[in-house]
């Protein structure tokens, strides 16, 4: 593969079309907003989106995303996971033939509440599809900060040529067979992380956040076994390592949420002042409604979704787990 599509210019996808000329391929980034397109193919940079980092010029940009999915002989989605559904079916409207797809997002579908390997098989049947997951801050990987991913797919020759086409000295894809394992950890990580984030904010302690990552793995753990997941997936980068990551770094945007929220802030507020996605504030409603159906107890997840999207208030959300009864540590 030589030339490699990204498809969505913000932190994540701009980050990743460095990689790839990193991994010595062309790369193509498509942006939904015409001023952010034209920034990076000019200035090379995007300060809407990932500000301070002088981009590759050899990093072609363009709002036409039919121009830009055509020229990529593989895609990296990296739109929000809530918009991957309407990106993926621009896309088969747009390609005449399927090309290899790398989902890039995080998150599940609300509503669905469909994982997004199964919104992009739904959208684009038979497709090549590929996970890219892991403990990966846009800013770090756009720096060339050493960086390991995991990138999981069905098909181990497709995930042969990805890794070659993204991996560099920097930027160390793991390749996996568990696309399923691979997304859970990365989409309840950013709910974790709300959580880890209120405590931090409302000055709970270090052991508390220690328990609540620990606990948070053993909820993705659960859901993991309900869809289907290997256990080692989710104690991989993709799973511990990107839940250790989002947790504690205070680039996080779902972890920084969280911290307002537990200082006293408003989520309205807060995410009035933000361009960025904190993703784990849409898939909290998405994981809740997913574990019920699969009747998997996850209640971190629903007290971050209550808090969320149900006016719970959060000294009540905090006691109600702290009350829960004790327990074996495995069960
Ligand atoms: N930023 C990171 O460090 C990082 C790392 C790994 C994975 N991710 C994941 O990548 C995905 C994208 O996150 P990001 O950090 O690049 O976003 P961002 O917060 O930097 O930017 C928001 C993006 O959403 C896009 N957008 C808004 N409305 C849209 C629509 N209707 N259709 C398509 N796109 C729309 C914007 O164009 C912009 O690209 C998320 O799922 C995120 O969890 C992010
Ligand atoms: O800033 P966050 O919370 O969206 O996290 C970014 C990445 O997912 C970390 O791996």
Not at 35 to 58: C, K, M, S, W, Y
Not at 108 to 126: A, D, F, Q
Not at 150 to 178: C, I, M, Q
Request: net charge negative; aromatic share 4%; hydrophobic share 45%.
């Amino acid at each position: 593969m030589q030339t490699i599509a990204v498809i969505g210019a913000g932190a994540w996808g701009t980050a990743l079309a460095t990689t790839v000329r990193r991994a010595g391929r062309d790369t193509v980034l498509w942006a939904r907003e015409p001023e952010v397109a034209r920034q990076i193919a000019e200035e090379h940079e995007n300060t809407a989106f990932l500000p301070g980092i002088a981009l590759d010029p050899a990093i072609r940009a363009t709002d036409d995303l039919e121009a830009a999915a055509r020229e990529g002989e593989a895609l990296l989605l990296a739109v929000p996971a809530q918009h991957l559904r309407e990106t993926a079916a621009r896309l088969g409207e747009t390609l005449e033939a399927p090309r290899p797809l790398v989902i890039c997002a995080k998150g599940i579908e609300v509503g669905s509440g469909r994982l997004m390997s199964e919104v992009v098989t739904e959208t684009l049947p038979g497709w090549p599809v590929a996970v890219l997951s892991g403990p990966t801050f846009a800013a770090e990987v756009a720096r060339g900060l050493p960086t390991a991913a995991a990138l999981a797919t069905k098909d181990a020759n497709l995930g042969e040529r990805l890794v070659a086409a993204l991996g560099s000295r920097s930027f160390r894809p793991y390749l996996g067979d568990d696309p399923i394992g691979a997304q859970i950890g990365g989409a309840v990580k950013n709910v974790v992380a709300i959580a880890c984030g209120i405590v931090a904010g409302r000055r709970l302690g270090e052991n508390a956040r220690a328990a609540l990552i620990t606990r948070g793995l053993a909820e993705i753990a659960r859901l993991g076994a309900a869809k289907g997941a290997r256990a080692e997936t989710l104690r991989g980068l993709s799973g511990l390592g990107d839940l250790t990551l989002t947790c504690t770094g205070p680039a996080s945007r779902n972890y920084s949420l969280g911290i307002a929220l537990g200082e006293g802030r408003s989520k309205d507020e807060i995410l009035g002042e933000r361009r960025s996605v904190a993703e784990g504030v849409y898939s909290a409603e998405a994981v809740v409604a997913l574990a019920h159906k699969l009747g998997v107890d996850m209640p971190i997840s629903q007290a971050v979704d209550d808090v969320l999207n149900r006016d719970a208030d959060i000294d009540a959300a905090i006691e109600g787990l702290l009350a829960r009864p004790f327990r074996a540590e495995q069960a």
